[in-house]
Every structure is written in C-alpha cells, then in structure tokens.
C-alpha cells in the first residue's frame, strides 16, 4: 500500500498529490503537491487527515461488529479495512513523534 492510498496523511506525508478519487480538496491536494500555502490549509489539510483516519476507523469498528454478529458476507472487506486503519492509525502516531522530536530539537538550539 502506497501512502498516496491512505488519503490525505500519506498525501502531505510523502509530499504527492491524493489520488482524484480520494475526498480531499484541491487545496490539500495543492499543499500536498509541495505549492506554497498558507498556514490555514496546512491546518486544513491536517484536520482533513484526522477526519479522513476517524472514518476509517469507524468503517473499521462497523464491519468487525457486522463480522462478529454474522452479518458480514464478505470478510475480506473487514480485513482491508481493518488494516487501511492500523497502518494509517501508525503512520499519523509516526508523524506526531517525527514533530515532537523536531520540535524538541529546536528548543535545544542555542540561539
């Protein structure tokens, strides 16, 4: 799985652009393609992301609840989705660990 496939996380990650069949807006997409941008669609483009990772999540938890119950025909879109979420679940815990450490790194500094 590539991170351009898991949204908008991947997208500003990697520093591509979001497939055009994702739900991300053509100024994250713009953000993500590496364009200038102000401050506000960066924090748009990272409230996108935690939205697009709590749908996830939820699509996620329905199919596991629908498996559980008998309900689910077809356990191998469970699966998908269960590890679209994990991967994109560790991916955002690894970008969050990246910007502390680069944030404690500047406070170390000697100006």
Known sequence: MSLAALGPIGAVVAG???PASSSV???????AAGAQASSGDFGASLAGAVDNLQQLQSTSNQLAVQAVT???DDIHNATIAATR???T???ASTVRN???D???EIMRMQG
């Not at 807006?25 to 953000?31: D, E, F, G, V």
């Open 25 to 31: 807006s053509p100024a994250a997409r713009t953000t």
């Open 89 to 91: 679940l560790e991916l």
């Open 70 to 72: 008998g309900n689910l």
């Open 98 to 100: 990246k910007a502390v």
């Open 85 to 87: 979420a994990q991967v």
């Open 102 to 104: 680069a944030f404690n």
């Open 16 to 18: 591509v652009a979001a």
